[in-house]
């Protein structure tokens, strides 16, 4: 067994979030292992997503003394609040534990551009505030977004619940001839065992936040390993 030989994640997300450590932990290849620790944030309104922001040092601080390597605050709606929130977050966590810092939000914009991607289908589980501002965060860091569906789901709970192949159904139903990348948002849903799926029936490069995160994780630590199974991205080996 093998307890973190080649790198160790420290990684805050929402306490009711059911869905990203089993994927988080299916992507990482030998000798990489996350720590997990939690910030109270179950739904999705604006209060609550600020309320989980202000409390990230004392979730990295945790984490530190698990001795990790790099932190990583993994909220998708949080870190996507504002243009700057992911970055404001990252100088924090740094601040408070000492340790290099990895937001969900900066994984995503770098995925994106290592794809070379600039026209976006974005596919969530949210609600319109939270949808609203996500488009807003990627059209400020210069993506197009094409067509932006949202389920109006609130809660972590009900993320969990939603089917894999609702992932599916949507990128087929809203497929853009014009789209370079699918973007499917939100780390607390099933979306990771569809990605090839998708790929395949769209033609184009599918991102998820888990996935997106991982790959940019390993990335940053100059870790290439290609994982099976979860999407084109992670045949892209530096950045």
């Avoid at 805050?12 to 979030?17: A, W």
């Avoid at 004392?58 to 504002?82: E, I, N, P, Y």
């Avoid at 395949?200 to 940019?216: D, E, F």
């Avoid at 100059?222 to 099976?228: D, F, L």
Wanted: hydrophobic residues 45%; contains cysteine.
């Amino acid at each position: 067994m093998d307890y973190g030989s080649r790198l160790r994640l420290g990684v805050i997300v929402p306490s009711g979030n059911v869905i990203a450590e089993p994927q988080i932990h299916a992507m990482l290849p030998e000798g990489v292992v996350a720590y997990m620790t939690r910030l109270e944030l179950r739904g999705s309104s604006e209060p609550e997503l600020l309320e989980m922001s202000r409390h990230v040092e004392s979730g990295a601080k945790l984490l530190s003394d698990a001795q990790v390597d790099a932190v990583v605050f993994h909220c998708t709606a949080v870190s996507t609040f504002s243009p700057s929130m992911g970055e404001d977050i990252e100088a924090r966590i740094a601040k408070a534990s000492g340790l290099p810092a990895i937001s969900t939000s900066e994984a995503i914009l770098t995925a994106l551009r290592a794809l070379k991607a600039k026209k976006i289908v974005l596919l969530t589980p949210y609600i319109d505030s939270v949808n609203a501002r996500e488009v807003a965060f990627l059209q400020h860091h210069g993506f197009e977004v094409l067509e932006e569906v949202g389920l109006g789901v609130n809660t972590n709970a009900e993320m969990a619940k939603l089917s894999p192949q609702i992932w599916v159904d949507l990128a087929s139903k809203h497929q853009r001839e014009d789209a370079d990348a699918y973007f499917i948002s939100c780390t607390a849903v099933r979306s990771a065992e569809v990605i090839e799926e998708i790929e395949a029936l769209v033609g184009r490069p599918v991102i998820t936040s888990n996935q997106a995160m991982v790959w940019y994780a390993l990335r940053k630590n100059a870790i290439a390993n290609q994982q099976p199974g979860f999407g084109s991205l992670f045949s892209i080996t530096s950045i």
